[in-house]
């Protein structure tokens, strides 16, 4: 049963933008937040962005910090991860994921914390 689909990958320049968007089904839709993690080749699944679906607070990883933006829709379904300045070190596969409604703030930087998990988008900065 598919919990969490994401869209939006693709090959983009350096210092271009791309959005993710990853939507929420059946049991997925009670969790307290929704993630975004990256995975290189041959590198750990690491942790990008989280929100609250309620209330909206963000967290990121530094990495990322005040070049992504994480947001979700009022419905609180579908999650979207806004891009720019990509680099060439951005290049990876980017998976959504969702918790199963019981997550705290501190356990959110571990993808073994999460319940569920998309099928993952690549995201590719080349010239």
């Known amino acids: 049963q598919v919990q969490l689909v994401e869209s939006g990958g693709g090959l983009v320049q350096p210092g271009g933008s791309l959005r993710l968007s990853c939507a929420a089904t059946?049991?997925?839709?009670?969790?307290?937040?929704m993630a975004w993690f990256r995975q290189a080749p041959g590198k750990e699944r690491e942790f990008v962005a989280a929100?609250?679906?309620?209330?909206?607070?963000?967290y990121y990883s530094d990495s990322v910090k005040g070049r992504f933006t994480i947001s979700r829709d009022n419905a609180k379904v579908t999650a979207f991860l806004q891009m720019d300045s990509l680099n060439i070190g951005d290049t990876a596969t980017y998976f959504c994921?969702?918790?199963?409604?019981?997550?705290?703030?501190?356990?959110?930087?571990?993808?073994?914390?999460?319940?569920?998990w998309g099928q993952g988008t690549q995201v590719t900065v080349s010239s």
């Open positions: 994921a969702a918790d199963n409604g019981r997550m705290i703030v501190s356990s959110l930087w571990a993808a073994r914390n999460y319940d569920y």
């Open positions: 059946g049991r997925a839709l009670d969790s307290r937040f």
């Open positions: 929100i609250m679906k309620r209330g909206g607070t963000t």
